[in-house]
């Protein structure tokens, strides 16, 4: 019998074990290594179905098809063939072997190939070296938490294996005074119904300690945590005549009109009275956080204004936005929604949004999409976004470290839309929404939010789950990376202040009493906004006077964002038509 216990606590760590996931050193090493043979491949004109089976964590299988590919030169396939392993292991011993490895394949690269920059992996080795040397504060508390937890499972274990031994001896007892009985059928019945209880007792003890102490209070489950919850919150039905509105949790019906009633009286943009800089002959930002920009054939507009909670409680707007043409019809947009809760989230937002935008400039132009005007692949996106995003949460720490303040504290979402000619790259990390508009003049989704299990819940671009694998929210992956292939003749992007009044996020389900998420942007509210970005381009209209008008339209244009408490976000853009 002790054997079977012993198999089923085996078991349980067995799973623990295999279900590891990739280590900061493996995450860190292996981005720089890929991006290494991506550069080889790039210099040496390695197919594109082969580039794309690197991977961060594993080449074994680049190295294999490069090897058995003709038309690779042997010089090209033994420098492959020396990258290094990215050990898995957390000791410092092997991680200062794998960062060495790593240099002298740098150098090994050089001395072959001479157009190769090794310089730029060299800066990026040193930090990461820099980085690994010393934990960060979510991996010291995450050991820490985890030595917690292994130590109640290691208490509750005993207690399990002390219940067994006294039901082993219980079960010992009864056999011994039945072994003199005739061995009746009542008696066999007994002892197998004895064995079966004394198996469930086992799984079931093990099934609970996993459970309760393992899945539930881990501290490897990504961080959720609560955005600012205002005095009165409301979500309201979009598609109605009386909108529900929701306030602590109880519904209630209120008398207030629909988007499709107000339009009306949002159609006109409202001027307003501000100073502006004027960025270049395209372009203009004004003091109240807003800008306008004419990019050849697209027509923008953005703009970041404090919810009415926000300024009766005195704090900064912790939204922030940031917009750059590339030219030849490729843009990047970023909006980013600073955490309620953080204190600092208004720095982490800028930060997001203002080198989000610098690294995934950086990215294309690395990649050459644009110069090509070509799409990535699905899986191409997803792994460079993956890439960007997590050097941009690198960053928002460094940002931490130099002011003394915790990571969290800079808590923030980051929505990314780059629109081309042929269609849009998006990925984001934590709620608000996105959308585009295509061929037929039909307004659609690019993002499904990631909303948690209470009202006002998200996650962020500093969360705790990074080396969790396929990592989900709401159904959702963490980060959600998207490639629409068709032109687009519209996009926008908005932190959750804004989705209200221009989409459809929550409605009643016919003929019951509960409520779900369409996603649907509300294509009358964009028609009359893409009517008015136009005419404002065949009047030719100051720039200044599109960015002022476009931040008073967001701070006061309709009733609903008259009524909203938190701080608001919108970049709009439309192809002149």
Not at 451 to 458: D, P
Request: aromatic share 8%; proline share 4%.
């Amino acid at each position: 019998m002790k054997k079977y216990i012993l198999f089923y606590i085996y078991l349980i760590f067995g799973i623990s074990a295999f279900a590891q996931t990739p280590t900061a050193a493996e995450q860190s090493l292996g981005s720089i290594r890929a991006d290494m043979l991506n550069e080889i491949c790039k210099l040496k004109k390695i197919p594109k179905d082969i580039e794309e089976t690197i991977t961060i964590i594993r080449v074994d299988n680049f190295k294999k098809k490069v090897k058995e590919k003709n038309g690779i030169d042997d010089n090209t396939k033994k420098i492959i063939e020396k990258t290094p392993a990215i050990t898995s292991q957390t000791d410092s011993e092997s991680i200062k072997k794998s960062i060495q490895d790593l240099k002298d394949f740098n150098n090994s690269i050089k001395a072959e190939i001479n157009s190769y920059d090794s310089k730029k992996f060299e800066e990026r080795i040193s930090k990461a070296e820099e980085k690994l040397s010393k934990p960060s504060e979510s991996q010291t508390n995450s050991i820490k938490n985890l030595e917690t937890e292994l130590s109640k499972i290691k208490g509750e274990l005993e207690k399990i294996k002390k219940r067994v031994t006294n039901l082993e001896e219980k079960i010992t007892s009864i056999i011994k005074e039945k072994k003199e009985a005739p061995n009746t059928e009542e008696s066999k019945k007994s002892k197998v119904f004895l064995y079966i209880l004394l198996l469930a007792v086992v799984l079931g003890a093990s099934w609970f300690v996993i459970k309760k102490k393992v899945y539930k209070k881990s501290s490897l489950k990504p961080t959720i945590k609560e955005k600012e919850i205002v005095n009165t919150p409301t979500i309201k039905d979009v598609t109605h005549t009386d909108n529900i509105v929701i306030t602590n949790q109880k519904k209630e019906i209120v008398n207030t009109p629909t988007i499709k009633e107000e339009e009306n009286k949002a159609t006109p943009i409202p001027t307003a009275v501000s100073t502006s800089t004027v960025l270049n002959n395209n372009s203009v930002k004004t003091d109240k956080n807003a800008f306008a920009k004419d990019a050849d054939d697209w027509i923008v507009v953005g703009a970041s204004v404090t919810g009415n909670g926000h300024i009766g409680s005195g704090k900064p707007c912790q939204d922030n936005h940031k917009y750059e043409y590339l030219g030849d019809g490729w843009g990047i947009a970023i909006v980013s929604d600073g955490a309620g809760s953080a204190e600092k989230s208004e720095i982490g937002s800028k930060v997001v949004a203002y080198r989000g935008v610098t690294l995934f400039k950086e990215l294309i132009a690395s990649k050459e999409w644009q110069t090509r005007n070509e799409l990535p692949t699905d899986k191409e996106w997803e792994e460079s976004a993956y890439k960007v995003l997590f050097e941009l949460r690198n960053n928002m720490e460094e940002v931490a470290n130099k002011n003394n303040i915790p990571i969290k504290s800079l808590s923030a979402t980051a929505i990314v839309v780059i629109h081309t000619p042929k269609g849009l790259l998006v990925t984001h990390i934590g709620d608000g929404r996105a959308g585009y508009k295509n061929k037929e003049g039909n307004w659609l989704p690019l993002i499904t939010p990631h909303k948690g299990e209470e009202a006002n819940q998200t996650i962020f671009v500093p969360h705790d789950g990074w080396n969790i694998p396929f990592l989900n929210m709401s159904g959702t992956r963490v980060p959600e990376s998207v490639v629409i292939r068709e032109k687009p003749y519209g996009f926008v992007l908005m932190s959750d202040g804004c989705e209200t009044t221009a989409w459809q996020c929550i409605q009643k389900k016919e003929g019951t009493e509960r409520y779900y998420d369409p996603n649907k942007p509300h294509t009358p509210f964009f028609e009359s906004l893409d009517k008015q970005l136009q005419n404002f381009r065949k009047q030719n209209t100051d720039l200044t006077e599109r960015a002022k008008s476009w931040w008073k339209f967001i701070e006061s244009g309709n009733a609903s964002f008259v009524r909203e408490t938190d701080d608001k976000t919108m970049i709009l853009g439309v192809l002149n038509l």
